[in-house]
């Protein structure tokens, strides 16, 4: 079993930043590809970025690319989701996501773990 903890969420303006973290335990974090998803009410849970177990390969949706960085340290067990220039549209709840394979994957149906989720709004 992982056990996955998200923080950092809030409220903030258009522009700003904000950093996500993610704290893993139960398992060898360096065996995890982590992922971070994100969630609006209606709508299908949404790939935002992936990073490979030795944080050697990163992959993001084309709509964070270039605003969002995921980072991963394994000596924390931790991984981070700084986002910046931050837009309405980012408005969600934010999950992050352990893999036992090594795939960096962009569909949630191939996570194994997923945290509770941290709400991120942006205002206008």
């Known amino acids: 079993q992982v056990q996955l903890v998200e923080s950092g969420g809030g409220l903030v303006q258009a522009g700003d930043s904000l950093r996500l973290s993610c704290a893993a335990s139960?398992?060898?974090?360096?065996?995890?590809?982590m992922g971070w998803f994100r969630q609006v009410p209606g709508k299908e849970r949404e790939f935002v970025a992936g990073?490979?177990?030795?944080?050697?390969?990163?992959n993001y949706a084309d709509s964070v690319k270039g605003r969002f960085t995921i980072s991963r340290d394994n000596a924390k067990n931790m991984v981070y989701l700084q986002m910046n220039s931050l837009k309405p549209e980012d408005t969600a709840v934010y999950y992050c996501?352990?893999?036992?394979?090594?795939?960096?994957?962009?569909?949630?149906?191939?996570?194994?773990?997923w945290g509770q989720g941290t709400q991120v709004t942006v205002s206008s």
């Open positions: 990073i490979s177990r030795s944080g050697g390969f990163r």
């Open positions: 139960g398992r060898t974090f360096s065996s995890l590809a």
């Open positions: 996501a352990a893999d036992l394979v090594e795939r960096v994957a962009t569909s949630s149906n191939t996570y194994d773990y």
